[in-house]
Protein backbone atom coordinates (compact mmCIF):
# COMPACT_ATOMS: atom_id res chain seq x y z
CA UNK A 1 0.00 0.00 0.00
CA UNK A 2 1.29 3.64 -0.09
CA UNK A 3 -0.16 6.79 1.12
CA UNK A 4 -1.77 7.83 -2.41
CA UNK A 5 -3.92 4.82 -1.88
CA UNK A 6 -5.74 6.24 1.59
CA UNK A 7 -7.66 5.06 3.41
CA UNK A 8 -10.93 5.62 1.40
CA UNK A 9 -9.96 1.59 0.18
CA UNK A 10 -11.43 0.87 3.11
CA UNK A 11 -15.01 2.31 2.55
CA UNK A 12 -16.25 0.84 -0.24
CA UNK A 13 -19.38 -1.76 0.20
CA UNK A 14 -20.40 -3.64 3.18
CA UNK A 15 -18.23 -5.78 5.11
CA UNK A 16 -17.41 -9.11 3.84
CA UNK A 17 -18.69 -12.20 6.44
CA UNK A 18 -16.57 -14.12 8.56
CA UNK A 19 -15.45 -17.07 6.57
CA UNK A 20 -15.26 -20.48 7.66
CA UNK A 21 -12.48 -21.02 10.60
CA UNK A 22 -9.30 -22.69 9.37
CA UNK A 23 -8.78 -26.20 10.96
CA UNK A 24 -5.52 -25.16 12.26
CA UNK A 25 -4.07 -21.81 13.06
CA UNK A 26 -2.57 -19.70 10.44
CA UNK A 27 -1.40 -15.72 10.23
CA UNK A 28 -1.50 -12.66 8.79
CA UNK A 29 1.63 -11.49 7.54
CA UNK A 30 1.31 -8.32 6.54
CA UNK A 31 -2.07 -5.70 7.64
CA UNK A 32 -2.40 -2.08 7.85
CA UNK A 33 -4.37 -2.28 10.89
CA UNK A 34 -4.59 1.78 11.43
CA UNK A 35 -6.56 2.25 7.47
CA UNK A 36 -8.59 -1.22 8.55
CA UNK A 37 -9.77 0.07 11.84
CA UNK A 38 -9.95 4.19 10.73
CA UNK A 39 -8.86 6.97 8.89
CA UNK A 40 -5.03 7.31 8.40
CA UNK A 41 -4.26 10.80 10.29
CA UNK A 42 -2.97 13.73 7.55
CA UNK A 43 0.43 13.90 6.51
CA UNK A 44 2.66 15.58 9.17
CA UNK A 45 -0.17 14.58 12.27
CA UNK A 46 2.36 12.99 13.92
CA UNK A 47 1.33 10.55 16.32
CA UNK A 48 -2.21 11.78 17.09
CA UNK A 49 -5.46 11.04 15.91
CA UNK A 50 -4.35 7.17 15.68
CA UNK A 51 -7.26 4.22 16.10
CA UNK A 52 -8.52 3.12 19.52
CA UNK A 53 -6.87 0.14 21.06
CA UNK A 54 -10.38 -1.04 21.61
CA UNK A 55 -11.60 -1.18 17.76
CA UNK A 56 -8.50 -2.68 16.96
CA UNK A 57 -8.79 -5.49 19.54
CA UNK A 58 -11.81 -5.66 18.05
CA UNK A 59 -10.22 -6.69 14.77
CA UNK A 60 -7.88 -8.94 16.32
CA UNK A 61 -10.33 -11.07 17.84
CA UNK A 62 -12.40 -11.39 15.00
CA UNK A 63 -9.22 -12.62 13.27
CA UNK A 64 -8.46 -15.27 15.94
CA UNK A 65 -12.16 -16.47 16.08
CA UNK A 66 -11.39 -17.54 12.49
CA UNK A 67 -7.36 -19.09 12.99
CA UNK A 68 -5.82 -16.10 12.55
CA UNK A 69 -4.28 -15.35 15.99
CA UNK A 70 -0.88 -13.79 14.66
CA UNK A 71 -0.82 -10.82 12.87
CA UNK A 72 2.24 -8.04 11.70
CA UNK A 73 1.26 -4.73 11.66
CA UNK A 74 3.19 -3.02 8.91
CA UNK A 75 4.37 1.04 8.89
CA UNK A 76 5.21 3.16 5.85
CA UNK A 77 6.06 6.12 6.96
CA UNK A 78 7.68 7.58 10.61
CA UNK A 79 4.12 7.98 12.07
CA UNK A 80 3.16 5.00 11.46
CA UNK A 81 5.91 2.74 12.11
CA UNK A 82 5.51 4.48 15.54
CA UNK A 83 1.90 3.34 16.03
CA UNK A 84 2.80 0.35 14.72
CA UNK A 85 5.60 -0.33 17.16
CA UNK A 86 3.66 0.42 19.67
CA UNK A 87 0.78 -1.37 18.71
CA UNK A 88 3.00 -4.49 19.10
CA UNK A 89 4.09 -3.65 22.76
CA UNK A 90 0.57 -3.35 23.59
CA UNK A 91 -0.77 -6.30 21.99
CA UNK A 92 0.95 -10.10 22.60
CA UNK A 93 -1.06 -11.52 18.84
CA UNK A 94 1.00 -8.50 16.88
CA UNK A 95 4.05 -7.49 15.77
CA UNK A 96 5.38 -4.96 13.94
CA UNK A 97 7.32 -4.13 10.70
CA UNK A 98 8.76 -0.40 10.46
CA UNK A 99 9.71 1.13 7.32
CA UNK A 100 9.47 4.23 4.79
CA UNK A 101 7.61 2.92 1.77
CA UNK A 102 8.85 3.78 -1.40
CA UNK A 103 6.24 5.51 -2.62
CA UNK A 104 6.89 7.95 0.20
CA UNK A 105 10.97 7.71 -0.01
CA UNK A 106 10.42 8.72 -4.08
CA UNK A 107 8.25 11.49 -3.98
CA UNK A 108 10.51 14.61 -3.38
CA UNK A 109 10.28 17.00 -0.77
CA UNK A 110 11.27 20.54 -0.03
CA UNK A 111 14.45 19.55 2.31
CA UNK A 112 16.43 16.90 1.20
CA UNK A 113 17.48 16.02 4.62
CA UNK A 114 13.82 15.00 5.58
CA UNK A 115 14.31 11.09 4.59
CA UNK A 116 18.39 11.33 6.60
CA UNK A 117 16.18 12.04 9.42
CA UNK A 118 12.60 9.71 8.90
CA UNK A 119 15.31 6.78 8.29
CA UNK A 120 17.48 7.14 11.75
CA UNK A 121 14.26 7.24 13.39
CA UNK A 122 13.54 3.53 11.50
CA UNK A 123 16.66 2.60 12.61
CA UNK A 124 15.40 3.55 16.42
CA UNK A 125 12.29 1.81 16.36
CA UNK A 126 13.89 -1.19 14.76
CA UNK A 127 16.02 -2.12 17.92
CA UNK A 128 12.47 -2.14 19.47
CA UNK A 129 11.82 -6.00 20.86
CA UNK A 130 8.23 -6.41 19.09
CA UNK A 131 9.68 -5.02 16.10
CA UNK A 132 10.68 -7.61 14.33
CA UNK A 133 11.24 -6.75 10.31
CA UNK A 134 12.12 -3.55 8.25
CA UNK A 135 9.48 -3.19 5.94
CA UNK A 136 7.61 -2.60 3.75
CA UNK A 137 10.54 -1.49 1.68
CA UNK A 138 11.44 -1.84 -1.75
CA UNK A 139 11.04 -0.07 -5.42
CA UNK A 140 8.31 0.74 -7.25
CA UNK A 141 8.32 1.97 -10.29
CA UNK A 142 4.39 2.04 -10.60
CA UNK A 143 3.11 5.15 -8.56
CA UNK A 144 6.67 7.22 -8.32
CA UNK A 145 7.82 8.37 -11.81
CA UNK A 146 11.37 8.15 -12.92
CA UNK A 147 12.58 11.14 -10.94
CA UNK A 148 11.92 9.32 -7.85
CA UNK A 149 13.95 6.14 -8.56
CA UNK A 150 17.18 7.10 -7.12
CA UNK A 151 15.72 8.30 -3.76
CA UNK A 152 13.97 4.92 -3.88
CA UNK A 153 16.41 3.38 -4.65
CA UNK A 154 18.94 4.72 -1.90
CA UNK A 155 15.83 4.42 0.73
CA UNK A 156 15.77 0.62 -0.09
CA UNK A 157 19.70 0.08 0.74
CA UNK A 158 19.29 1.74 3.90
CA UNK A 159 16.84 -0.08 4.81
CA UNK A 160 18.56 -3.33 4.27
CA UNK A 161 21.07 -2.10 5.90
CA UNK A 162 19.38 -1.69 8.98
CA UNK A 163 18.08 -4.60 8.60
CA UNK A 164 20.96 -6.82 8.79
CA UNK A 165 22.29 -4.29 11.61
CA UNK A 166 19.61 -5.25 14.07
CA UNK A 167 19.04 -9.06 12.67
CA UNK A 168 15.34 -8.36 11.59
CA UNK A 169 13.54 -9.38 8.75
CA UNK A 170 13.36 -7.69 5.45
CA UNK A 171 9.67 -6.90 3.91
CA UNK A 172 9.60 -6.22 0.26
CA UNK A 173 7.48 -3.96 -1.69
CA UNK A 174 7.75 -4.59 -5.25
CA UNK A 175 6.08 -2.93 -8.29
CA UNK A 176 6.92 -3.75 -11.31
CA UNK A 177 10.56 -3.64 -10.26
CA UNK A 178 11.81 -6.90 -10.23
CA UNK A 179 14.80 -6.81 -12.05
CA UNK A 180 16.28 -4.05 -10.16
CA UNK A 181 14.87 -5.31 -6.64
CA UNK A 182 17.50 -8.84 -7.11
CA UNK A 183 20.01 -6.38 -8.32
CA UNK A 184 20.12 -3.80 -5.32
CA UNK A 185 19.78 -7.37 -3.27
CA UNK A 186 22.82 -8.70 -4.78
CA UNK A 187 24.88 -5.64 -3.98
CA UNK A 188 23.81 -4.93 -0.67
CA UNK A 189 23.54 -8.92 0.55
CA UNK A 190 19.97 -9.72 1.38
CA UNK A 191 19.31 -10.05 4.93
CA UNK A 192 18.63 -13.87 6.17
CA UNK A 193 15.05 -13.48 5.92
CA UNK A 194 14.39 -11.61 2.63
CA UNK A 195 9.66 -11.32 2.32
CA UNK A 196 8.55 -10.29 -0.81
CA UNK A 197 4.89 -8.97 0.13
CA UNK A 198 2.26 -9.34 -1.70
CA UNK A 199 4.24 -11.29 -4.60
CA UNK A 200 3.63 -10.44 -8.16
CA UNK A 201 5.84 -11.85 -9.96
CA UNK A 202 5.23 -15.47 -12.53
CA UNK A 203 7.32 -18.61 -12.25
CA UNK A 204 10.42 -17.39 -13.96
CA UNK A 205 10.75 -14.35 -10.94
CA UNK A 206 9.50 -17.28 -8.31
CA UNK A 207 12.29 -19.44 -8.95
CA UNK A 208 14.74 -16.77 -8.78
CA UNK A 209 13.30 -15.78 -5.28
CA UNK A 210 13.08 -19.18 -4.16
CA UNK A 211 16.40 -19.80 -5.14
CA UNK A 212 17.92 -17.41 -3.32
CA UNK A 213 16.14 -18.63 -0.27
CA UNK A 214 13.87 -15.61 0.00
CA UNK A 215 10.24 -16.10 1.05
CA UNK A 216 6.91 -15.37 -1.30
CA UNK A 217 4.31 -13.82 0.68
CA UNK A 218 1.10 -13.78 -1.38
CA UNK A 219 -2.57 -12.16 -0.58
CA UNK A 220 -5.67 -12.24 -1.71
CA UNK A 221 -4.74 -11.39 -5.42
CA UNK A 222 -3.80 -15.50 -5.09
CA UNK A 223 -7.55 -15.71 -5.58
CA UNK A 224 -8.49 -13.51 -8.74
CA UNK A 225 -9.48 -15.02 -11.92
CA UNK A 226 -6.70 -13.55 -14.01
CA UNK A 227 -4.07 -14.30 -12.06
CA UNK A 228 -3.31 -17.94 -13.13
CA UNK A 229 0.25 -16.95 -12.99
CA UNK A 230 0.35 -16.34 -9.54
CA UNK A 231 -1.02 -19.81 -8.70
CA UNK A 232 2.05 -20.86 -11.10
CA UNK A 233 4.26 -18.90 -9.30
CA UNK A 234 2.99 -20.73 -5.84
CA UNK A 235 2.85 -24.70 -7.04
CA UNK A 236 6.96 -24.10 -7.52
CA UNK A 237 7.42 -22.51 -4.30
CA UNK A 238 8.41 -25.03 -1.13
CA UNK A 239 6.13 -24.81 1.66
CA UNK A 240 8.93 -23.24 4.20
CA UNK A 241 9.22 -20.37 1.74
CA UNK A 242 5.68 -19.74 1.77
CA UNK A 243 3.65 -16.84 3.81
CA UNK A 244 -0.17 -15.60 3.23
CA UNK A 245 -1.08 -11.60 4.11
CA UNK A 246 -4.10 -9.71 3.33
CA UNK A 247 -2.42 -6.39 2.76
CA UNK A 248 -5.78 -4.88 4.27
CA UNK A 249 -7.53 -2.90 4.39
CA UNK A 250 -6.37 -3.70 0.09
CA UNK A 251 -6.54 -6.70 -2.38
CA UNK A 252 -9.67 -8.53 -0.58
CA UNK A 253 -9.77 -12.16 -1.57
CA UNK A 254 -12.73 -14.01 -3.92
CA UNK A 255 -15.33 -13.88 -3.66
CA UNK A 256 -15.39 -10.40 -2.09
CA UNK A 257 -12.72 -8.63 -4.54
CA UNK A 258 -13.22 -4.77 -3.85
CA UNK A 259 -14.94 -4.92 -0.29
CA UNK A 260 -12.77 -3.90 2.57
CA UNK A 261 -10.54 -6.45 3.69
CA UNK A 262 -9.58 -7.24 7.09
CA UNK A 263 -7.48 -10.73 8.49
CA UNK A 264 -10.61 -12.28 9.51
CA UNK A 265 -10.20 -13.06 5.48
CA UNK A 266 -7.30 -14.52 5.18
CA UNK A 267 -8.81 -18.11 5.71
CA UNK A 268 -10.11 -17.76 1.94
CA UNK A 269 -5.73 -16.68 0.71
CA UNK A 270 -5.13 -20.05 2.46
CA UNK A 271 -7.84 -22.31 1.10
CA UNK A 272 -6.89 -20.76 -2.34
CA UNK A 273 -2.94 -21.64 -1.60
CA UNK A 274 -3.66 -25.27 -0.28
CA UNK A 275 -5.36 -25.30 -3.46
CA UNK A 276 -2.43 -24.14 -5.92
CA UNK A 277 0.17 -25.98 -3.82
CA UNK A 278 -1.74 -28.79 -3.92
CA UNK A 279 -1.07 -29.42 0.09
CA UNK A 280 -3.22 -30.39 2.60
CA UNK A 281 -5.22 -27.70 4.86
CA UNK A 282 -3.84 -28.59 8.17
CA UNK A 283 -0.31 -29.03 6.82
CA UNK A 284 -0.32 -25.79 5.03
CA UNK A 285 -1.53 -23.99 7.99
CA UNK A 286 0.96 -25.45 10.19
CA UNK A 287 3.63 -24.99 8.04
CA UNK A 288 2.90 -21.25 7.24
CA UNK A 289 3.16 -20.45 11.22
CA UNK A 290 6.27 -22.50 11.05
CA UNK A 291 7.58 -19.90 8.44
CA UNK A 292 6.11 -16.96 10.59
CA UNK A 293 7.72 -18.27 13.50
CA UNK A 294 11.22 -18.62 11.76
CA UNK A 295 11.19 -15.33 10.13
CA UNK A 296 9.82 -12.84 12.49
CA UNK A 297 10.39 -14.79 15.71
CA UNK A 298 7.72 -15.58 18.56
CA UNK A 299 5.01 -13.54 19.20
CA UNK A 300 4.57 -14.65 22.98
CA UNK A 301 8.39 -12.75 23.58
Given at each position: ????S ?9 L?P ?38 VG ?13 L ?13 A ?8 V???V ?5 E??EG ?27 E????RF?T??E ?47 V ?30 N ?10 T??D ?14 P?R ?5 S?L ?25 TA ?6 W??
Amino acid sequence: MSRSSSSRANRRGELPPDPEPLPSPALDSHTHLDIVVGERPAHGAGDEGWPDDDAVGAEIAAATAVGIPRLVQVGVDVASSRWSAGLADRHRQVLAAVAIHPNEAGEGRADDRWLDTALAEIDRLAALPRVRAVGETGLDRFRTGPEGWAAQEASFRAHIRIAKEHGLALVIHDRDAHDEILRVLEDEGAPEHTVFHCFSGDVAFARACVERGYVLSFAGTLTFANAGYLREAAALTPVDQLLVETDAPFLTPVPYRGRPNASRLVPHTVRALAEATGTELVQLCEALTSTALRVFGSWEE
